[in-house]
């Protein structure tokens, strides 16, 4: 089955923990972008990646890091997490940008006390 | 910049009736347009991709419209179901020559039986 996989789903933990949401998509897409969800805001995009090695700032990338080692895969690193990026983040991805659709996780809700 | 505006923010509707969904972007210069669907603890679901050059889409009981001149889509449902009942968001992608997505805040859907 087609699908982008995230994890954690839930996280709670604390000020300047580093932590890793990882993201895997099984349809050889050479797209990815990570997305934060906040009410009154909607989504806003985090980091994108047009393919391996290869990735750009959203509209929001303060605070966060991402890499592109392998196709498949595109987590995203809070090196030094705030509460204010107690968020909801999603992972998408597509085969060719502006041509198809994005496919988009589950999303991991995380928590920053 | 671009900024786009999905109003309203929430609408209920009796099962059974046609509603229309509005989609604003202040910049025409966009690539494409993509409507998704959310439901509650779930990610987005791409519902239709209108590209630039289209004036719409249609899938099923889904119709969208894209008007560049004038900054709009409108997506169309017909004979509505309680499943519709999710949280519809649109989203444009620039020709800015970057890869970025800029997303509505989303209209609330509640059809009731």
């Known amino acids: 089955e087609a699908q982008v996989t995230q994890n954690p789903r839930y996280l709670i933990t604390v000020t300047g923990k580093k932590l890793t949401v990882t993201c895997s998509q099984n349809?050889?897409?050479?797209?990815m972008s990570w997305y934060r969800q906040d009410p009154g805001l909607g989504l806003r995009q985090i980091y994108y990646?047009?393919?391996?090695?290869?990735?750009d700032k959203g509209d929001v990338p303060e605070g966060y890091k991402v890499s592109r080692k392998e196709k498949r895969n595109f987590p995203l690193i809070l090196e030094s997490p705030s509460p204010n990026q107690t968020s909801l983040y999603f992972c998408?991805?597509?085969?060719?940008?502006?041509?198809?659709?994005?496919?988009f996780g589950d999303g991991t809700r995380l928590s920053i006390l | 910049k671009q900024e786009v505006t999905q109003i309203p923010a929430a609408l209920s509707v009796p099962e059974g009736e046609n509603l229309v969904l509005n989609c604003s972007f202040t910049d025409s210069a966009i690539y494409n347009l993509q409507w998704f669907r959310q439901d509650p603890g779930k990610g987005l679901t791409s519902l239709l991709l209108?590209?630039?050059?289209?004036r719409e889409q249609t899938s099923g009981r889904l119709n969208a419209s894209l008007d560049k001149s004038s900054g709009r889509s409108t997506l169309y449902i017909a004979a509505s179901q309680p499943g519709d009942s999710a949280t519809y968001l649109c989203a444009v992608r620039p020709t800015s020559g970057t890869y970025k997505y800029i997303f509505g805040t989303g209209t609330r859907l509640k059809v009731l039986a």
């Open positions: 349809m050889n897409h050479e797209y």
């Open positions: 990646s047009m393919n391996v090695e290869v990735t």
């Open positions: 209108i590209q630039s050059s289209q």
């Open positions: 998408a991805s597509s085969i060719r940008t502006g041509l198809q659709p994005q496919h």
